[in-house]
């Protein structure tokens, strides 16, 4: 049973340019949400997809915007980077929205290097 | 607005000693409360979570976690510490039914260095 799946792994990209980062959720599970974890913090989430759609989003802006297919995967797209967007990008699955306290479960992550 | 903090963000322990990590929230309502594991380069990995069953929780690698409500803390303790414990632990807090959706709110993570 594969877990939480996410491509690429590394990448390093230039001020200003967009970066898609995507993500296959655990077998099962219908829900993903993506979290910005910067070099020695926690991770701060940055929104949750449901059914295809956004379904809470954190303190993010715009230029960060996600997708969801119906096949359950999702990506993740920041535009017009900036140095500090550099960080660890970890999507988490789970089933449902997290009402009963359902665990969330994080793939490996992305590491996106802005230079 | 909800928040996590665990005081210490580095403990050193002896191997075989006592692991301590500490944790509080603070919040209106009950929530469900998880402590996560990060190895160096990897993703987060769940240790054990408390959802309003039982207030002593075990987990995996043989952590286990107490919620005390009148304290509003939910520490993360071992017996005894093995050289593979060595990581960056998080506490994390999320919020029953009538929230909708999944918002997990992170601490800032403590990072545990075992001593040989």
């Known amino acids: 049973d594969a877990g939480v799946t996410q491509s690429p792994t590394h990448l390093i990209k230039t001020r200003g340019q967009q970066v898609t980062l995507r993500c296959s959720p655990k077998s099962g599970h219908d829900t993903v949400s993506w979290y910005q974890q910067a070099l020695g913090q926690g991770p701060q989430f940055i929104f949750q997809y449901y059914e295809e759609e956004e379904r809470q989003r954190g303190n993010f802006p715009d230029r960060f915007s996600g997708h969801q297919f119906p096949n359950y995967s999702s990506e993740l797209n920041v535009n017009a980077l900036l140095l500090g967007d550099s960080a660890l990008y970890l999507c988490?699955?789970?089933?449902?929205?997290?009402?009963?306290?359902?665990?969330?479960?994080f793939g490996e992550g992305s590491w996106l290097t802005v230079v | 607005a909800q928040s996590v903090t665990q005081l210490g963000s580095h403990v050193s322990v002896s191997e075989g000693a006592l692991v301590l990590l500490r944790c509080n929230y603070s919040?209106?309502?009950?929530?469900?409360l998880f402590w996560y594991v990060q190895y160096p380069n990897q993703g987060l990995q769940l240790l054990l979570k408390y959802t309003s069953a039982a207030t002593l929780v075990k987990g995996i690698n043989g952590f286990e976690a107490e919620f005390k409500k009148s304290e509003t803390s939910f520490h993360l303790t071992k017996p005894s510490a093995h050289m593979s414990d060595a990581a960056e632990y998080f506490c994390?807090?999320?919020?029953?039914?009538?929230?909708?959706?999944?918002?997990?709110?992170f601490g800032p993570g403590t990072r545990l260095s075992v001593l040989p």
């Open positions: 994390t807090v999320t919020y029953p039914p009538d929230n909708y959706g999944q918002n997990f709110v």
């Open positions: 919040s209106s309502v009950p929530p469900y």
């Open positions: 988490a699955s789970s089933l449902g929205t997290g009402r009963s306290g359902n665990t969330i479960y």
